[in-house]
């Protein structure tokens, strides 16, 4: 007698767990990258660029990963495809107030990436910040590293959590202020 209604629990938590494998199946989260350029500073496109969550480790190797290329009407997109790649994007998004995560241009400089931070309202996303440089090795910034603006809009109509993020490369490098971003 114990055994159909165990047997019922046991086939709706089974129904439950392949129905969310399902949903991790197509693209659900990621980022959209878009650069613009006017000043030329990148270089002629495609430009490399990657994305990376630099408190696993800010180390150049890392990167390969989430790697691609992007041009002026060609962003570079990293979307989820697989419970791995959910995990790389999901641990970019640090608290609900703010998005942290490593851009990588190494045709702007090879040397480094930039620790890009963007604070948006509470279960906002959206919003804007900037991306200061930091060596290979380091989450912190040079003391009066150049800043890249930067303005992030959660695509709300997108499954998942897609964040489409324009990086405006300035005609001269800018400094901002010391500290952390």
């Known amino acids: 007698m114990l055994a159909r209604p165990l047997g019922v629990v046991i086939a709706c938590a089974l129904a439950l767990v392949l129905s969310g494998c399902s949903m991790l199946a197509g693209p659900e989260s990621g980022f959209i990258i878009t650069l613009e350029d006017p000043a030329g500073r990148l270089g002629p496109p495609p430009w490399s660029v990657a994305v990376f969550n630099p408190y696993f480790g800010p180390e150049q190797a890392r990167t390969t990963r989430t790697a691609g290329s992007a041009g002026p009407d060609k962003p570079f997109e990293v979307l989820v495809r697989s419970r791995m790649e959910s995990w790389r994007i999901q641990d970019r998004l640090v608290g609900d107030r703010s998005t942290v995560f490593g851009l990588v241009l190494p045709s702007l400089r ?11 309202a509470l279960g906002g996303f959206s919003g804007t910040g900037s991306a200061r440089f930091c060596r290979w090795g380091r989450v912190e910034p040079d003391e009066d590293s150049e800043e890249l603006p930067i303005v992030v809009r959660h695509r709300k109509d997108a499954p998942g959590l897609q964040l489409e993020t324009r990086v405006r490369i300035p005609a001269q490098p800018r400094s901002g202020p010391s500290g952390r971003p």
């Open 110 to 120: 090879a040397d480094g990436y930039w620790l890009a931070r963007v604070d948006h």
